[in-house]
């Protein structure tokens, strides 16, 4: 293996400083900064280093088709450590952030007064990336093995997963590299932590892996929205974050009749983006992604909602594996209160701005009911 991988073995003490140093308000830009000043936007920040990705559709929609009203929005890619996306929250850097349940426990266990307002992926979005013709059988497999990672908060999402499957954590080695899929790609890992939407993009980037699904091998919740605790108090931010959820709320179900429109929208904010994935990839990934969102929807029925006993399971098996000190109350961390206002929307008016979308030929070209087979 090369120096690349001699780097960065992950320890759990690394793993729990989720610290608040380091993180400044000149991690978001200019104009959020400005917004920030002046008190008049809801700021959301990215946890991935990134917004040139098709993960948040819904945003592009809702602010291209007005969804968002006159509630003023930032939105920014962040630092890619994966813990900043909490930290930002607590240090009343950012309105919202967008963490996996592992981070955001992380936070928790810092003492942070955070709380999951709205529950965007339902079902586990993670998957597990292999060079072809090397994927395991099951997750079991990667026990002795080493996992390639973007940050070394993540470890935070692919332990509970691992352990759930019977692996003992003490026998995997993380390594973390800003380049990840590449170091998958070059053999510099057995394996690299990805996920739905992702998959899809890399394919497209040309890096051709095989997976091991988290959604087909895992029962636990994945990213949600989560807020300062304190703000679900203020009945002007409960107001304010009910509309701002609400435009999210109909650029999901925007995406949800019309994957290709949506796609189209969010890649026409990144040209460059759209050199590495033609319309069909970036279609699919987007739907990968969708159909994460909607799981479970015979249970949920709305855009946002938390399944607070999918959430207590993951908090109790977080505990076991000793990742957190503490089993967490799924029902104190997690809210739907704010799930009802932001659905309150005219689901008939959505349906028609889908349909009528006026796709351009080669999102108009693209086989939307041969990539749902597959998804």
Request: no cysteine; hydrophobic share 45%; aromatic share 10%.
């Amino acid at each position: 293996m090369s120096d690349l991988m001699n780097t960065t073995g992950i320890s759990r003490r690394r793993l729990l400083q989720i610290t608040s140093a380091g993180v400044v308000v000149s991690a978001l830009g200019f104009n959020a900064r400005a917004a920030m000043a002046q008190g008049t936007a809801v700021r959301w920040v990215s946890p991935r280093g990134t917004l040139e990705v098709v993960d948040d559709f819904a945003y592009w929609v809702a602010k291209k088709m007005g969804y968002f009203g006159d509630v003023e929005t930032v939105i920014e890619a962040g630092p890619q450590d994966g813990t900043a996306t909490v930290k930002l929250v607590d240090q009343n850097q950012s309105d919202f952030g967008y963490p996996s349940p592992g981070v955001l426990s992380l936070g928790l266990e810092q003492g942070m007064k955070l709380t999951s307002a709205f529950h965007i992926m339902a079902g586990d979005v993670f998957d597990f990336a292999f060079q072809k013709g090397k994927a395991p059988a099951d997750l079991k497999g990667l026990e002795g093995k080493t996992i390639v990672l973007g940050s070394a908060g993540w470890q935070s999402i692919a332990d509970p997963m691992l352990a759930a499957a019977g692996v003992d954590l003490s026998k995997v080695k993380y390594v973390e590299v800003s380049a990840w899929g590449q170091a998958l790609a070059q053999g510099q890992a057995d394996a690299a932590l990805t996920w739905e939407g992702l998959r899809a993009q890399w394919r497209g980037q040309g890096l051709d892996f095989d997976y091991l699904l988290g959604k087909n091998a895992s029962v636990f919740p994945a990213n949600s929205f989560v807020v300062r605790s304190a703000d679900l108090e203020d009945p002007a931010k409960v107001d304010l974050y009910t509309r701002y959820l609400r435009g999210w709320a109909q650029g999901l179900e925007f995406g949800w009749i019309n994957p290709a429109a949506a796609t189209q929208i969010a890649m026409e904010q990144f040209p460059g983006l759209a050199t590495q994935m033609n319309p069909a990839a970036a279609v699919e990934s987007l739907m990968q992604q969708s159909a994460l969102m909607h799981a479970h929807w015979d249970k949920r029925g709305k855009w946002g909602y938390h399944l607070q006993d999918s959430w207590q399971a993951y908090f109790d098996a977080i505990h076991k594996i000793g990742q957190v000190s503490q089993v967490f109350d799924a029902s104190k961390v997690t809210s739907n209160a704010l799930i009802d206002g932001a659905n309150d929307f005219d689901h008939a008016k959505i349906k028609a701005d889908a349909e009528g979308f006026q796709l351009s030929p080669d999102y108009a070209a693209v086989d939307v009911a041969a990539i749902a087979a597959t998804v």
